[in-house]
């Protein structure tokens, strides 16, 4: 199956500081790359739609300033949590489908604790 | 608004059947979808249902009735690998750069005992 890399596996930060995760799709072109995110024994919440060569579609109640998503390539998109607080700490999830294909592929996750 | 509801626990045993049942409420629909998640881990596709019916994948089946809005998955021949979060999803609408829009239900946790 398709290949979905996420980094880092893990991050601790401190508050007030920024902290980016990376998303790439190793085998296969990703138009499009979603961005979710997972509280313990949760479900998953779409944050937001990464698409490539423009703006980031956000679903309602996130704050696109604090969540910036880039996604330059067909490969690469980017999520950037900025000025981090403890509030912030959770498991972001990337996932990202193939053209013509409504499966996702997830991939590995990033576990953000902002002390 | 959007809403996709499944029991939060399930136990079962080893060799048994288990039925997860999946109601949504959503502003669009293109499909449900089934994801498996071990703790720790990443979820992974298991089935994908357009068209109202059953949908067979090994032990795995997972049915659709559209005039319901109704899905449930079926584990048959329960293993412990099989403890897990099940998650239904429903493909709400395609991004016009491709692909579908995937909103998840809340999760229900299989226990296998053995």
Same mark, same amino acid.
């Given at each position: 199956g398709a290949v979905v890399s996420q980094h880092p596996s893990r991050v601790i930060c401190k508050s007030g500081t920024s902290v980016k995760i990376e998303c790439r799709s190793l085998d296969f072109q990703a138009t499009t790359m979603f961005w979710y995110r997972q509280f313990p024994k949760k479900s998953l919440m779409l944050m937001a739609t990464s698409n490539e060569g423009s703006k980031a579609t956000y679903e309602q109640g996130v704050e696109k300033d604090k969540f910036l998503i880039n996604h +330059? $390539?067909?490969?690469l998109s980017t999520l950037t949590v900025t $000025? +981090?607080?403890?509030?912030? $700490?959770s498991f972001y999830i990337c996932s990202a489908a193939r053209w013509g294909s409504g499966e996702l592929f997830f991939g590995e996750g990033s576990r953000l604790t902002v002390l | 608004g959007q809403s996709l509801e499944q029991p939060s626990e399930v136990t079962a045993v080893e060799g048994a059947i288990v039925q997860i049942n999946c109601t949504y409420q959503t502003s669009g629909f293109y499909g449900l979808s089934w994801y498996q998640q071990h703790d720790g881990g990443a979820p992974t596709f298991l089935s994908y249902n357009a068209l109202d019916g059953l949908e067979e994948t090994g032990r795995f089946s997972s049915f659709l009735s559209r005039s319901d809005s109704y899905g449930y998955l079926l584990l048959q021949?329960?293993?412990?690998?099989?403890s897990a979060s099940y998650f239904c999803a429903v493909r709400d609408g395609p991004t016009y750069t491709g692909g579908f829009k995937t909103i998840f239900g809340a999760g229900t946790r299989l226990f296998v005992k053995a």
């Open positions: +330059a $390539s067909l490969t $000025s +981090a607080h403890p509030e912030d $700490s | 021949e329960l293993q412990m690998k099989d």
